[in-house]
């Protein structure tokens, strides 16, 4: 088992080495190369978000607030590290899920009180050779600095990316959205069918 092969050039690089192996070899990685057998890892379902979340978040949920924990985890797209550091930095600070609602919903990652103190950053940590002490924001920016490098063009339409509601948006509508002049097209197109290869962006 390899995990974290992120990088495509990488994964391509070693494709005949590993097909010549008399094994089978699981890889973890975020990189979707033509004509691999790929299994998509699809985010972790109601039931399961709400277990890891209360797992790391022992401050009490009413159940008349139960539907408050979903709205949060439906924030957090029910992103397994995500919903993990959000727990552990609310259970440190003592944040009711009210409160913490309202801060994720407004800040999101960046809220002073989510930021306060240092969380374990657990199994992941330990995976990626990271901090095992670190704050939510600043953990996160060392994960995006760990991942494949990307270009110029990449990171600028990824950063746009981020500014739209989570949801599901055709070529034609990101072409709109971001004002992607004819001439630019291209490249625009060339710039998704890479990062989607990269595991960035899902088709």
């Given at each position: 088992?390899?995990?974290?092969?992120?990088?495509?050039?990488?994964?391509?690089?070693?494709?005949?080495?590993?097909?010549?192996?008399?094994?089978?070899?699981?890889?973890?990685?975020?990189?979707?190369?033509?004509?691999?057998?790929?299994?998509?890892?699809?985010?972790?379902?109601?039931?399961?978000?709400?277990?890891?979340?209360?797992?790391h978040y022992r401050v009490g949920i009413a159940v008349?607030?139960?539907?408050?924990?979903?709205?949060?985890?439906?924030?957090?797209?029910?992103?397994?590290?995500?919903?993990?550091?959000?727990?552990?930095?609310?259970?440190?600070?003592?944040?009711?899920?009210?409160?913490?609602?309202?801060?994720?919903?407004?800040?999101?990652?960046?809220?002073?009180?989510?930021?306060?103190?240092?969380?374990?950053?657990?199994?992941?940590?330990?995976?990626?050779?990271?901090?095992?002490?670190?704050?939510?924001?600043?953990?996160?920016?060392?994960?995006?600095?760990?991942?494949?490098?990307?270009?110029?063009?990449?990171?600028?339409?990824?950063?746009?990316?981020?500014?739209?509601?989570?949801?599901?948006?055709?070529?034609?509508?990101?072409?709109?959205?971001?004002q992607i002049a004819t001439d630019a097209k291209s490249?625009?197109?060339?710039?998704?069918?890479?990062?989607?290869?990269?595991?960035?962006?899902?088709?």
């Open positions: 088992m390899i995990d974290n092969a992120n990088e495509l050039k990488d994964l391509l690089e070693c494709q005949q080495r590993l097909r010549s192996l008399r094994a089978t070899t699981l890889i973890t990685s975020r990189a979707q190369p033509e004509d691999w057998s790929i299994i998509k890892i699809e985010e972790l379902s109601h039931k399961d978000a709400y277990l890891l979340f209360t797992t008349e607030q139960m539907d408050l924990v979903y709205e949060l985890l439906e924030r957090l797209n029910h992103h397994t590290l995500l919903v993990e550091l959000i727990a552990k930095a609310a259970d440190k600070a003592n944040l009711s899920i009210t409160e913490l609602n309202e801060l994720v919903q407004k800040n999101y990652l960046h809220d002073e009180k989510l930021n306060e103190r240092q969380i374990a950053t657990g199994a992941h940590a330990d995976h990626t050779k990271l901090p095992q002490q670190a704050r939510v924001e600043n953990y996160i920016q060392m994960v995006f600095k760990e991942m494949p490098k990307l270009s110029d063009a990449e990171q600028r339409y990824l950063r746009y990316m981020t500014l739209l509601p989570s949801n599901e948006y055709s070529e034609s509508e990101l072409e709109t959205y971001f490249e625009f197109l060339d710039t998704l069918e890479s990062l989607t290869s990269k595991g960035w962006l899902t088709q």
